[in-house]
């Protein structure tokens, strides 16, 4: 990689980097943060490998490890080191925590009331459509107001 290419490649990462900053999670570069970080500051395996006192092929393994998500955290600390970066580490919501728990207690819901719904209209005491969805709305906010583990079930 030439020297422009490197600077590049620097500049590109910082761009992700800062985006994540935003809220927007960066896309892993193709071999793997590590190598990504190594190769845009224009360190070689050799140096990479000093640095965290391990052999250029041990280096190589670390990187093939991170790319292929086999890595330990522990391992991924010392190379974030290594290279001068921070490792973070956290869990991002797909969705608000709320509106998860929110689904997740319509689907519980749902089953209870479609249960007893089902029994009633073999009894022939079935209830209109927008009773149901208000019932399983009701259940829903019980689910919740509750704790109720059947929630993770």
Known sequence: MTAKQRRLRRQQLDAQLSASALGVTPLRPHGGWIQAVREALGMTLDAFG??????????????????????TIKRLRAAADALECELV??????????????????????????????????????????RVEDLIEETAAELINKNDSRIWQ
């Open 50 to 71: 000093v640095r965290l006192g391990v052999s250029r092929q041990t280096v190589h393994q670390l990187e093939h490890a991170e790319a292929t998500d086999s890595i």
């Open 89 to 130: 580490i956290f869990l991002r919501p797909k969705h608000p925590l709320g509106e998860t728990v929110h689904e997740r207690a319509r689907l519980v819901a749902r089953q209870l009331v479609m249960r007893t719904s089902h029994s009633m209209a073999m009894e022939e005491q079935s209830v209109s459509t927008q």
